[in-house]
């Protein structure tokens, strides 16, 4: 399999004030296309800096940022937002999806931009995606009238409806309860395994990591290894990082 | 266009979320609409004033001499009449603007103000008395009394004497007043006193007709000063070429009498000047009863219509003056059938009859003009008198010139106006003599003495030499001035030059040559006025003309300013309400964008450029502006297509002129549309550029943080 996203040697510093504070110190990673894969680690340790420097939102101090074989480093503003828009859709952990859009418009949001497809076209697949996420009857609803899961899946099809070659969720079920949270990665799962499309996910839930291909391990702005979603979980519950998943299973 | 569609409707439905929104869009409504409604009604009352003042007197341009330091002001400004220093070549100036594309003809003019007297009521009797005796003593006088019998002779000086007793009764009432007031007391002469007391004896009129010319002259001399009844009016008047004028203001037309006949000199008073000022008070009077009465004002109700009453009631001395003997006998025998009352003084009768209530006023009006009227004077200059005008001349000193009243003239619509009805007219000759400037007749005169006195001119800069000089002969020792030309010119050889006067008839080129003080340009297209001033500036410095040219609107003075003013303040009123507007639009959007950038970063993380950012906040305000601004277009055009249904009814005389007639109907400009779609766009643009900005500048990063 070939690798739709490269990263070496990364360093990513933020200054605050006087201090510089180094939130990547010289990360590397791959992730090859198709894959499912997690980002896992407490609170504070790089995920989300990572997810952005792969999202393009933001770019590394050093080293090389590699999606779907362009080097993000020598791209303009404007050729990071195209790159965004065709080629990476986003799952927020609070959804963010506009409010005063309706389900329909917000998904359709994108394709818009993209300026690519008929109107005709944009509901055929508007209209499709959202049959896949279970929302064909809620086309008219607006974000404040559906539930927390509802409102995951929308922002699920609103990221899948340009065909992207990657998903990146940052902790995608960080707001939902349990049951609803696998449901989401269940759907997350099977549009992974229908599409090949590449999902990218944080996380710091051990039933999120089961689902993953493979988790990534963040400490203290370095990956620390790669390992199969049984040795992470058995990891997690070997009390590294307990609390949360207490918090979420009472 | 998606995407616009997109934007708007984003836009639509951000602006329904939030109700300041509708506060910020009212401001606008209001303030497009009052613009609209406002701009429209101004523009509608500039073009009806501009109709009323190049239709009455200005012309579309004015010209006068580059060298005035005052502005031309034809209506008057505050102050002084403007000072205009003459236009010696009007031919030229005539030639070279008639050559001005555009220019359709050019009237020459001569604006000033003078007082005119007419002759008191007592110089009047006492001239027909005289001219009586003459008839009856075979000397030539009044042509109309020739071959009048001996006997109605008699009879009419027998009259004419108890007219001339009724006076001095009436003149004795007024100075016991006088007396009575010891304020006034100082002011009542004895001398005058003295002579009252002389003709009021039955012995002075008893020996009267033993020597009737010297007691005439008594009478004239002593008792026609005291009487405090001589009109002085204040007349406005243009000295112009009174053809040209008539043809190119083409709403003027005559009310009484007939123009001026071509070519000859003449008078014709503005006809509500004649009304007001020359007419009987007492018949003005009850005239503006009757328009009130008309309008439906009640002398009962109405404090200003009570106290005409109470006014004719007290004043029958104008009236009374005017009666002699055998009219007065007649007038209380008829007055007293009609209304009926067993009075019999004259006073009483009057004082009786204009005692006006709303139930008899009509019929009493009717009897006042029918059985009153024809007995007296009912203007004190009428058609085909003699004006005497008095002005200062240049040099100083008074002026009169005697011209011939043709008839009142108004123009039309403008009849109850008094900005245009406050101008009379005379030609150009007059006026010209009346300024002391040198007519082409007096220039001929002037030379006709020269050749039989021998008379040369002396140049300023010899005259020391030539006068007073070694060898050189005094021609004369007189000082300037002190010889009256009108006294020299007394008796028949005045009145003989007068006649001649009247009677001239001069030619186009006489009244073109010579003095003119401005002149109206009469314009065959007014919309390119400002490119034919420019034109006639030009051509006037080319061939040196020596004029200034300026629009009807800056020659009417302060009035033409009025609109300006009128414009300033409605900016000034819109432009507070769209300032507002504005600051408050400026602190929502701001609002809004903090309130919504996990929203932009949202955006710019799934692929929206930052313009797209940008133009949605715009597009906001924009919505906002376009929707509420359009709806305060609709309001201001409907409300303005409202009222042109009715129009607005001149409130008062006054406003006759700025409607230009009795009614204004405000038409929808275009301007105000497009002013006001601009300040919208200023408006909107101007305050949410910088919310636009800062809410396109948040980064995609913003998307990522969760909401706090």
Redesign the interface.
């Known amino acids: 399999m070939s690798a739709i996203v490269t990263i070496q040697d990364v360093v990513k510093e933020y200054s605050l004030g006087a201090t510089v504070v180094q939130a990547l110190r010289g990360v590397n990673l791959t992730v090859d296309k198709g894959e499912f894969i997690s980002i896992a680690g407490p609170s504070g340790s790089g995920k989300?800096t990572l997810?952005?420097l792969i999202?393009c939102?933001?770019t590394a101090t050093r080293g090389v940022v590699e999606v779907a074989g362009q080097n993000t480093a020598k791209m303009s503003?404007?050729e990071l937002?195209?790159l965004?828009?065709?080629t990476i859709?986003?799952i927020?952990?609070?959804f963010?999806l506009?409010?005063?859009?309706t389900v329909f418009?917000n998904v359709e949001?994108?394709l818009?931009?993209?300026?690519k497809l008929s109107?005709k076209d944009r509901k055929e697949r508007v209209e499709g995606l959202l049959e896949q996420v279970g929302l064909k009857t809620h086309l008219k609803h607006r974000p404040n009238e559906l539930s927390g899961g509802q409102r995951q899946r929308v922002a699920i099809a609103?990221?899948l409806v340009?065909d992207p070659l990657i998903v990146l969720a940052?902790e995608p079920t960080a707001n939902l309860d349990s049951e609803t949270g696998q449901a989401i990665l269940d759907l997350m799962k099977s549009l992974n395994q229908k599409k090949g499309t590449t999902f990218i996910f944080s996380t710091h839930d051990h039933r999120v990591m089961r689902y993953a291909n493979a988790v990534v391990r963040i400490a203290d702005g370095k990956v620390t290894g790669r390992e199969s979603p049984q040795d992470a979980v058995a990891h997690e519950m070997e009390g590294l990082d307990t609390r949360s998943t207490e918090v979420r299973a009472s | 266009m998606d995407r616009v569609v997109l934007l708007v409707r984003i836009a639509i439905r951000n602006l329904l979320a939030s109700p300041i929104n509708l506060l910020i869009g009212g401001l606008i409504l209001l303030g497009t609409m009052v613009f609209v409604l406002l701009g429209g009604m101004l523009d509608s009352l500039n073009q009806s004033m501009q109709k009323s003042v190049v239709g009455s007197l200005a012309g579309h341009l004015q010209i006068y001499s580059a060298k005035s330091k005052d502005e031309l002001a034809l209506f008057g400004q505050m102050g002084n009449f403007p000072e205009l220093p003459a236009i010696n070549d009007f031919p030229k100036i005539q030639e070279a603007l008639s050559k001005v594309e555009n220019v359709k003809v050019v009237v020459p003019m001569g604006i000033s103000a003078a007082i005119i007297t007419s002759g008191n009521i007592v110089d009047g009797t006492l001239e027909k008395l005289r001219n009586l005796y003459k008839a009856r003593d075979g000397q030539p006088g009044d042509p109309k009394l020739e071959g009048v019998p001996r006997e109605e002779l008699a009879l009419r000086i027998a009259s004419e004497i108890a007219h001339v007793r009724q006076i001095i009764k009436v003149l004795r009432g007024d100075v016991e007043k006088a007396m009575a007031d010891m304020m006034n007391a100082k002011s009542v002469e004895p001398r005058n006193i003295e002579a009252l007391q002389r003709v009021e004896q039955d012995a002075f009129w008893a020996d009267f007709e033993k020597d009737p010319y010297t007691n005439l002259e008594f009478l004239e001399n002593r008792i026609a000063p005291i009487v405090t009844d001589t009109s002085l009016v204040f007349l406005r008047y243009v000295g112009t070429d009174l053809d040209k004028f008539q043809k190119s203001f083409d709403r003027m037309r005559i009310v009484k009498g007939s123009p001026v006949p071509q070519g000859q000199r003449g008078f014709l008073i503005a006809d509500l000047m004649h009304e007001d000022q020359m007419k009987l008070k007492t018949a003005r009077r009850l005239d503006k009863i009757k328009d009130a009465r008309a309008n439906g004002r009640l002398i009962a109700t109405d404090d200003e219509l009570k106290r005409f009453v109470k006014e004719n009631t007290h004043q029958t001395r104008e009236l009374v003056l005017q009666l002699d003997g055998i009219k007065t006998a007649a007038l209380v025998k008829t007055l007293q059938d009609a209304l009926p009352s067993k009075k019999d003084s004259i006073d009483a009768l009057l004082s009786e009859l204009l005692a006006t209530t709303d139930e008899n006023f009509d019929q009493r009006f009717t009897q006042f003009y029918e059985l009153v009227v024809p007995q007296v004077q009912l203007y004190r200059v009428k058609v085909g008198d003699m004006l005497t005008i008095k002005a200062f001349t240049k040099s100083g000193y008074i002026q009169n010139v005697n011209v011939r009243v043709y008839g009142t003239f108004a123009f039309t619509g403008l009849e109850k106006s008094p900005l245009a009805g406050a101008t009379s007219l005379m030609d150009l000759m007059s006026f010209r003599e009346l300024f002391g400037y040198l007519t082409s007749d007096k220039a001929e005169e002037l030379k006709e003495i020269q050749r039989n006195t021998g008379a040369r001119t002396v140049s300023r800069e010899n005259a020391e030499d030539e006068l007073f000089g070694d060898g050189a002969e005094v021609i004369a020792e007189a000082t300037p001035g002190i010889i009256d030309p009108d006294a020299a010119l007394a008796g028949t050889g005045r009145k003989l030059r007068e006649e001649d006067l009247i009677r001239r008839v001069y030619t186009q080129q006489q009244l073109d040559d010579g003095v003119v003080l401005h002149a109206a340009v009469m314009l065959e297209d007014p919309t390119r006025m400002d490119e034919t001033i420019e034109r006639i500036t030009q051509v006037s410095n080319e061939q040196g003309l020596g004029i200034q040219v300026v629009s009807w609107q800056k020659a009417s003075g302060l009035l033409g300013q009025i609109i300006n003013v009128f414009r300033a303040l409605l900016f000034v009123a819109v432009g507070i309400i769209f300032i507002a507007a504005m600051l408050i639009m400026y602190l929502s959007v701001l609002m809004a964008t903090l309130q919504r950038t996990q929203m932009f970063g949202t955006m710019r993380a799934i692929g929206a450029q930052r313009g797209l950012i940008l133009s949605m906040v715009l597009v906001e305000s924009l919505v906002l502006g376009l929707l509420f601004g359009g709806l305060g277009m609709l309001a201001g055009a409907g409300a303005i297509s409202l009222i042109a249904t009715q129009g607005i009814a001149a409130p008062n005389d006054v406003m006759y002129f700025f409607f230009s007639g009795p009614r204004l109907i405000p038409q929808l400009s275009t301007w105000p549309l497009v002013v006001a779609l601009v300040i919208i766009l200023v408006v909107t643009v101007g305050s949410t550029l910088l919310p636009a900005l800062m809410a396109m500048r948040v980064s995609p990063l913003r998307a990522m943080q969760a909401d706090e």
């Open positions: 989300t997810l952005n999202g939102v933001d503003e404007r937002t195209n965004r828009l065709n859709g986003f927020f952990q609070s963010n506009v409010s005063v859009l418009q949001f994108p818009l931009l993209q300026n109107a609103r990221a340009t940052d």
